[in-house]
């Protein structure tokens, strides 16, 4: 089953435990912060800080379980309609709050299921629209023609040297990077067309130096 970039949230079996224990959650926390003023407002003088707290001991878990019994009836029907449609939109979520509101309030009659199915479906109609207007309203801007045409006027092929992509070695001079290296001092022989020729003045001071003729094969 393909996942869109709006739905993207736990797949279906596991997202329903995942949204009743994020409404539980969520309600607690609400519930906790609203019954803590509640309960500190309506304490005698001099027990607000037990009065608040006893408000949100009795009230908030059931606050929270409202929220929980909202949470899972709205993911049953989103995981219904994603299976009957295969497909994931904000439809889905909209039909899933008007169902979710008016399963709710059918037990105070067939006028009351359908008023509380329009709010859900308002409600979550709102909320994803704001969803959608966001992430438009944060998304990159699409490419123009001239980023098109810089871009293809870019030489991709160049060598990584090019550029200043590679940096000048440091421990080299401008100066010894432009003079060409130095001449290799002479040898003693120099091969011509393959065969070897010494040099005479090399024999001769080495004759000089060392006092005797020690070259077997002439002058």
Not at 44 to 51: I, K, L, S, T, V
Not at 77 to 93: F, G, H, M
Not at 114 to 139: C, N, P, Q, Y
Request: proline residues 8%; glycine residues 12%.
């Amino acid at each position: 089953m393909g996942r869109s970039g709006i739905a993207d949230r736990e797949p279906c079996p596991y997202r329903i435990i995942d949204d009743i224990g994020g409404a539980f959650c969520m309600g607690c926390i609400g519930g906790g912060i609203w019954h803590s003023v509640k309960g500190a407002r309506l304490a005698p003088a001099g027990a607000r800080m037990a009065g608040s707290m006893s408000a949100v001991i009795a009230r908030s878990p059931v606050l929270g379980g409202q929220f929980a019994v909202w949470g899972g009836l709205f993911a049953c029907c989103d995981c219904t309609l994603t299976a009957v449609r295969q497909k994931e939109d904000p439809w889905n979520s909209i039909i899933s709050g008007a169902a979710t509101g008016g399963i709710l309030a059918a037990r105070a009659g067939p006028r009351a299921a359908a008023s509380a199915a329009v709010v859900g479906g308002v409600l979550l109609a709102l909320i994803e629209g704001m969803g959608i207007m966001i992430s438009r309203a944060l998304a990159p801007a699409p490419p123009t023609a001239e980023d098109y045409e810089r871009a293809m006027q870019q030489d991709v092929t160049a060598p990584p040297t090019m550029g200043g992509l590679m940096p000048r070695n440091p421990f080299m001079s401008s100066a010894s990077d432009a003079s060409p290296p130095a001449s290799a001092p002479s040898q003693p022989y120099m091969e011509t067309d393959g065969s070897t020729t010494f040099s005479k003045e090399t024999t001769t001071s080495s004759n000089d130096s060392s006092g005797s003729k020690w070259w077997p094969f002439g002058k």
